[in-house]
């Protein structure tokens, strides 16, 4: 089946596979060089290559509105997943933040009502609910179905759980920040660079480099998610432009299944069947969601005027 489908389809298939391994590798790495000084470091290594293979955009062809405030979004996104991961208690938990953050396709299409005039049916509000309660379900996986215990997780580990709340909030305002003012121009390469020292910065305030201790394992995460995440970009740019762009839509909100996969089998975690479970509900919720927009965008693309 595969053989059949377009090149640039396979190509931007990549990149869903490869975004797909951020949260497991996320953690792998905070774990080796801390929260803040893994992040900087993977980010870093993103923005150079970036840098190096496609250059910083030109300031002045970028529209100040998408340059300001899809800017400080798209750098505080990152941040704020970045972090949640790294700070999470254990790797079950940063599980759990990582399928947090899938609240994003369903906030874009919310967000996308008022900021973008996007038409939908009444069914967007049950594909809504049925996301939120898929994360209820993931952070209930342990078996609980009470909400006090709930609270407690929540409770656990506030500022992780905020953060990761935060990112999948500032992912949705993101894309429809770029969707109204970008005016098909990208400034995803400075907005990494700026993501790499902001990180540092932080770094400097509150740590010190010598708790950054090398290693050659912990050293080739690094380096793999900082190419993985330059490659993941372009490729993807590449998919959308000259392959199916349905079929890629459709297939990037099964990303929450193949990132708790992924992040399962490379941290060697078991999650339960309840987790799996809510992971199913923030996917179905998210097609739900698409699907009450996609043909009325649709039909709004064919209407003059």
Known sequence: MLANLPRATLVGLSAILLWSTTVGLLRSVSEAFGATGGAALIYTTTAVLLCLTRGLPDLRQLPARYLWGGGVLFVGYEICLALAIGLAQDRAQSLELGMINYLWPCLTIVFAIPMNQQRFRVWLWPGLLLSLAGIIWVLQSGGSSSLSQLGHNLLSNPLAYGLA????????????????YASGKSGVNLFFVITALALWIKFIVTEDFSSLHFSLIPALE??????????????????????????????SYFTP???ALLAS???????????????????????????????????ARKTPG
Not at 165 to 180: D, E, H, K, Q, S
Not at 230 to 248: C, E
Not at 272 to 291: D, E, K, Y
Request: positive net charge; proline residues 1%.
């Open 165 to 180: 709340f935060i990112a999948a909030i500032a992912w949705g305002l993101y894309n429809n920040v770029t969707r109204r």
């Open 222 to 251: 690094v380096l793999f998610m900082g190419i993985s995440t330059a490659v993941a970009y372009s490729a993807w740019n590449h998919g959308i432009q000259h392959g199916n762009l349905t079929l890629l839509a459709t297939a």
């Open 257 to 259: 299944v193949l990132s």
């Open 265 to 299: 089998l490379w941290l060697g975690l078991t999650p339960s069947l309840a987790f799996w479970q809510g992971v199913l509900m923030i996917t179905l919720g998210s097609l739900v969601c698409w699907l009450a927009t996609r043909r009325l965008s649709s039909l």
